[in-house]
């Protein structure tokens, strides 16, 4: 009745007097608030509020959210709310999507979330709520999602038994005790940054899943356990095994110290290398090489078969050069080159990579392509034809040598290494996260690189797109590298790799198309977005794949779940993820002429960065103006 319809607009009215923000564009000369910003209405009722990064401050209401006794979704995420969560938002019963992460609410939860037996997703991440997680969650049946990370919640936990818990998180939090028996099917990371112990963490001291007490008398289970005493025989023994255990630990540092510094290069940069190695890249023959494992010995094998003198001559009878491109020509010689010291950055698709270091100091990096499989003539067609490539967002080929046993690339160094070990390599201590103006830099790189190679020819594609494959300089430029290759070699010896970046109709690897790359560059970007890895092993054991899961939970409700917990920060940054958002999941559609061109997606990515861009600045006079 237009009656429930008038309280649901005061209701709205005392929300947008008390909290402001973005909500001063709401036309309250309009009498229905159906059409207001953020604001959905189903049955003429308010059932949607969702302002997330509006620039929403101070306390939320109270006597508001009893009014809106239809709400399904409220999203204020990224906002500058504080104080405590409003109680009557118990009395919104149909609730089934609340999403609050990233304010500053305080006190407790249990008074404002009992009764909410509907709700499904509920994300409370960054802010800074305290006292003890409440067993009221356990009357939540329908929960799927409970993010609590990042929060001032104490004491320990309780056995929450969810049927249909999907995402659980209460990371860095001020908990202690054991994990209870119900969550430890959860991921270390759900519970990290507590002093929590038990599967899938540390086993606790003493009892595996009972409160249990830490060493040295530090209490760790719930407030009822008892403290016990150490005998001597129990002291002296964990003083001397603690003892011994600096004395191994020292050793260890020491040997440690001694093989770094037997180390020529660093292998920091690097993102898959499975042996980091220094040798001597060509130098050496095999029987007096320095290393007994087989890589050390499959460079010294390429470093005899190019300089023993046999070999090195063509089927024209003229010895083998390094054939150089444009500027390169002659910086270096196929000499230098085998003189240079080498590491194995990785084994892919089309071969092993190695890092080069010259004598002259200059860095560059040498594949050796395995599994040639055409005649020399086309081979170097398709060889000359990538190094006539010549973009700002492609890794240049410099140059290549060619013989009937061997066939190395040459390329530019990447001194930041690929996308992917930036994204998803050793997270945690250390590791700086890719910012998202940074992300979103990349993702318009990657998309030009892309845009230039379409340009060539209507059979001109990539083949291989996905994040080991976008390298970056070091002020993060993107260079897209491995294009061209892909009709080079034979068949990949792993094609699961690339199983997360292809398109649906793509059945053999080797026959690749424009808009499968777009297909491929839709699951990158979505990868930006969201931090995971189209392979992880979460994704694939339900069987769903990246952009599927994106969708299923866009389809569902508003996309505040998929963003990457470090992008939350960026709060004015939001319209620009929900924008790309929106071109990867167009660019991953099934049919392929759905998708769009890689020359719409660089305009479209163009767009929306300068878009944003203006938008922040008028955001911040508006902000300026108001304050
Ligand atoms: N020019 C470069 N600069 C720095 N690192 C590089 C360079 N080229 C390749 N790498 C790194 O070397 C490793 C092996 O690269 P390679 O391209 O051979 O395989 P891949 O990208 O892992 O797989 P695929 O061959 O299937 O694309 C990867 O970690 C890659 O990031």
Redesign the pocket.
Same mark, same amino acid.
């Given at each position: 009745s237009s009656s429930d319809l008038n309280s649901d607009r005061a209701a709205l009215l005392s929300f947008r007097s008390a909290v402001g923000g973005r909500t001063y564009l709401w036309n309250t000369n309009s009498t229905s608030p159906c059409s207001w910003a953020g604001v959905q209405c189903e049955n003429n009722r308010v059932t949607v509020i969702r302002l997330p990064a509006s620039a929403l401050s101070g306390t939320l209401p109270v006597n508001t959210f009893s009014n809106l006794s239809r709400l399904r979704t409220l999203s204020l995420r990224l906002n500058r709310l504080s104080g405590l969560l409003p109680a009557d938002l118990s009395q919104c019963v149909e609730l089934r999507n609340v999403y609050l992460q990233g304010n500053f609410f305080t006190g407790g939860v249990s008074s404002s979330l009992s009764g909410l037996n509907n709700l499904v997703r509920l994300n409370l991440a960054n802010n800074k709520l305290s006292g003890e997680i409440p067993s009221v969650f356990n009357s939540l049946t329908r929960l799927r999602t409970l993010l609590l990370e990042r929060n001032q919640f104490s004491g320990s936990l309780p056995e929450l038994k969810f049927a249909n818990l999907e995402q659980f998180n209460v990371s860095f939090n001020k908990l202690n005790g054991f994990i209870p028996r119900s969550l430890m099917a959860m991921p270390a990371s759900a519970f990290i940054g507590n002093s929590l112990c038990g599967k899938p963490l540390n086993v606790c001291p003493g009892n595996k899943t009972q409160p249990a007490i830490a060493t040295a008398g530090v209490e760790i289970g719930n407030t009822n356990s008892r403290k016990k005493k150490l005998s001597g025989g129990a002291i002296s023994g964990i003083v001397i095994g603690s003892f011994a255990g600096v004395f191994i630990l020292l050793s260890i540092l020491f040997v440690l110290g001694r093989m770094r510094s037997d180390d020529k290069t660093s292998s920091r940069? $690097?993102?898959?290398v499975k042996q980091p190695e220094t040798e001597v890249f060509g130098v050496e023959k095999p029987e007096n090489g320095g290393g007994n494992n087989g890589n050390s010995v499959a460079v010294a094998e390429t470093a005899a078969a190019l300089s023993s003198g046999d070999e090195n001559w063509g089927e024209n009878g003229a010895k083998r050069k390094l054939v150089f491109f444009g500027d390169y020509y002659k910086a270096f010689d196929l000499d230098d080159l085998l003189r240079a010291s080498a590491e194995v950055?990785? *084994?892919? %698709? /089309?071969? %092993? #990579?190695y *890092?080069a270091v010259l004598e002259i100091g200059t860095i560059v $990096?040498v *594949?050796r392509l395995k599994d040639v499989a055409m005649s020399e003539r086309e081979c170097k067609e398709k060889i000359e034809e990538v190094g006539a490539m010549n973009h700002g967002n492609l890794?240049p080929l410099r140059a290549y040598y060619f013989s009937s046993e061997e066939k190395l690339l040459v /390329?530019?160094?990447?001194p930041m290494? &690929?996308l &992917? #070990?930036l994204l998803h390599g050793s997270k945690g201590a250390g590791r700086t996260p890719l910012n998202w103006e940074i992300r979103s830099s990349i993702a318009l790189g990657v998309a030009r690189g892309i845009e230039y190679l379409h340009s060539q020819g209507p059979d001109f594609s990539h083949g291989?797109i *996905?994040s &080991?494959?976008v390298?970056l300089t070091k002020s993060y430029e993107a260079r897209v590298?491995?294009f061209g290759l892909a009709n080079l070699v034979g068949p990949?010896s792993s094609p699961t790799?690339?199983v997360g970046y292809r398109a649906p109709e793509v059945t053999d690897p080797r026959r690749v198309s424009q808009k499968a790359d777009v297909y491929s560059f839709g699951v990158l970007l979505l990868e930006l977005l969201t931090g995971k890895a189209p392979s992880h092993a979460l994704l694939n054991e339900e069987g769903v794949d990246l952009p599927r899961w994106v969708q299923s939970v866009v389809r569902e409700e508003w996309p505040s779940e998929v963003f990457d917990i470090e992008l939350l920060r960026y709060q004015t940054a939001e319209e620009e993820m929900v924008q790309l958002l929106q071109l990867a999941i167009d660019c991953t559609v099934q049919y392929p002429d759905s998708r769009p061109s890689m020359a719409d997606i660089s305009k479209q990515i163009e767009d929306i960065r300068r878009s944003t861009s203006h938008d922040k600045h008028e955001h911040s006079n508006l902000a300026n103006a108001t304050e």
């Open positions: 940069d $690097v993102e898959t950055l990785g *084994k892919g %698709t /089309f071969g %092993t #990579a *890092k $990096v *594949k890794v /390329f530019d160094y990447m290494g &690929s &992917s #070990a291989n *996905k &080991s494959n390298l590298s491995d990949p790799r690339v």
